[in-house]
């Protein structure tokens, strides 16, 4: 029996920009393919190395951060402390943390100028190797975002382990070896593969990450290579057979992925702990979430405390600066709210849409796109600007924000579709029987009841964009560019001290969206009504 309202504008419109978001795939891929076939040149560039470096470290990188995630979910849905929330908020934020800041807060800890050599050679008079480049440095800037973000999606299972099933597993008394095998396993255990193989993309396409801490050509991936090929050698043949080892690779890893359970996106406030463990787990536990914490949160702190205490006024002081962060904002803005636009017209149609191969065909272009890593998008952009005989300064604004955009339509899309698909599984006889035309729906039930989730999306959206150096690095230049690029370009040109301010800055910037959006937005939502 049909209970959906009929919404015949919303499933049509989310249809046109089905075969719109396909139709810009297909121009990409086919800007990639025609270089490719074009090229009278042949390339020296080994992909086979480079492949088997990339998915080295990825695959280490997911094994690495699986465990780091599972011990501290464990730790967190244990223990209760003043500042929980605050620190799972921490965690979460992962997420959203620009990786050049995370490697740039390493570089100061553990380079040969950090803050452990310096205090070992002050007391000790010794200096140790660096570990902060090569494959270590990079497995270390991983796990740390990638652990902490493995940590909330898994804390997230924990929280919803029934509280009759923790009855039952406390008046058998079991210990806490016990409790995880009977009772936290069965609940972690689907969400692994999922959560595992998002974070084997996250790493494969890391970019900022090894372009700062690879260290040479030993350690370089088919992101970083992909760069090097066209803004250093301008290699293009080169460049456009790793992009489509790349494509290649992740639509493998994204299909393979698709048969497990899905991850969630939207993540509620933690629960508090409703077991208690023996004291001497519990110091386990403690030691854990310390060791966690510091390695997530000490990072940061080096960047905030060198580039608050370092050259911020000179940093301050430059026209150059108040161009890029006056261009990052109004990328980020502009490309959180195309994403908003495109994600809530692709969720609204899906969820009108009672058939599940309809559900189906309006979500894959969206998703398509995490088979393509910006630097991979940015290229095909770039093939397809030089083919049109567009400017590439002319074009570059619009392309930014649109790749932007399109890199952060999955996660949007992730994050508003089960909440809207919730709403008309629970509402939509009641909507039906009511006679609600299709804005009145929205207006009067879903935005007040997405408010939050909407927030989250715009959050994301801002923060990709505001962190990102994948895409404004072909299109990049002197009279264009964002804060990750002048951060970049500054640590080039060895003046550590204004890439500290800036990458102090860009953490502050990008926390402070990431708190203060959903609250926002969520507030404006449930704002009364005159």
């Given at each position: ?112 100028n950090g803050w452990i050599n310096q205090v070992a050679n002050a007391l000790f008079g010794i200096q140790f190797e660096s570990p902060a480049y090569g494959l270590s440095g990079i497995l270390l800037a991983h796990v740390v975002l990638d652990g902490a973000f493995a940590a909330r999606i898994l804390l997230a299972r924990l929280d919803a382990i029934p509280q009759s099933r923790l009855k039952v597993g406390q008046s058998l008394a079991l210990g806490a070896v016990q409790r995880f095998t009977l009772i936290d396993w069965p609940a972690l255990r689907g969400s692994l593969p999922g959560l595992g193989a998002i974070i084997f993309l996250l790493a494969f396409t890391s970019f900022p990450i090894v372009l700062l801490l690879g260290g040479g050509p030993a350690n370089q991936t088919l992101e970083v290579a992909i ?304």
């Open positions: 029996m049909l209970t959906l309202p009929r919404r015949p504008i919303r499933i049509a419109s989310a249809a046109i920009l089905t075969l719109v978001i396909a139709a810009l795939i297909a121009a990409v891929l086919w800007a990639i393919l025609a270089a490719a076939t074009d090229a009278a040149s042949g390339s020296r560039i080994d992909i086979a190395h480079l492949l088997r470096m990339t998915a080295l470290q990825a695959g280490l990188t997911t094994v690495l951060s699986l465990a780091v995630g599972i011990a501290v979910a464990w730790a967190l849905n244990r223990l209760r402390f003043a500042g929980r929330d605050l620190v799972v908020g921490l965690f979460a934020a992962a997420i959203v943390t620009p990786g050049m800041v995370v490697a740039f807060g390493l570089l100061s800890i553990w380079g040969r760069y090097t090929a066209v803004r250093l050698d301008f290699d293009l043949v080169g460049a456009v057979r790793l992009a489509l080892t790349q494509i290649g690779v992740c639509s493998v890893v994204i299909l393979l992925a698709s048969v497990f359970t899905p991850v969630p996106s939207a993540l509620s406030r933690s629960t508090p702990p409703r077991w208690r463990d023996r004291r001497a787990v519990r110091a386990l536990q403690w030691l854990v979430l310390v060791l966690a914490g510091v390695g997530f949160a000490l990072p940061l702190v080096s960047v905030l405390y060198d580039g608050l205490a370092g050259g911020l006024l000179r940093v301050l002081g430059q026209a150059g600066f108040w161009r890029a962060t006056a261009t990052s904002v109004v990328i980020g803005t502009a490309s959180a709210l195309l994403t908003l636009v495109l994600a809530l017209l692709l969720a609204l149609g899906r969820s009108a849409t009672g058939h599940p191969l309809g559900r189906t065909l309006l979500g894959i272009p969206a998703f398509a796109y995490l088979a393509v890593p910006a630097v991979v998008l940015s290229l095909g952009f770039f093939l397809l600007v030089r083919t049109l005989g567009v400017p590439i300064g002319t074009a570059a604004p619009v392309v930014v924000v649109i790749a932007n955009s399109l890199l952060s339509l999955p996660f949007a899309v992730a994050t508003l579709g089960p909440p809207l698909e919730a709403i008309m599984a629970t509402r939509g006889k009641l909507i039906r029987s009511l006679g609600l035309s299709g804005w009145q729906q929205f207006i009067a039930i879903e935005y007040p009841l997405l408010g939050r989730d909407i927030g989250l999306m715009l959050a994301l959206a801002f923060c990709f964009s505001l962190g990102d150096l994948g895409v404004i690095a072909l299109f990049g230049t002197q009279d264009f560019q964002t804060l990750p690029l002048m951060m970049y370009r500054a640590l080039g040109s060895y003046r550590s001290n204004d890439a500290a301010a800036i990458a102090a800055l860009l953490l502050i910037f990008t926390i402070a969206a990431f708190v203060g959006l959903p609250r926002l937005v969520e507030r404006i939502a449930h704002a009364p009504r005159r």
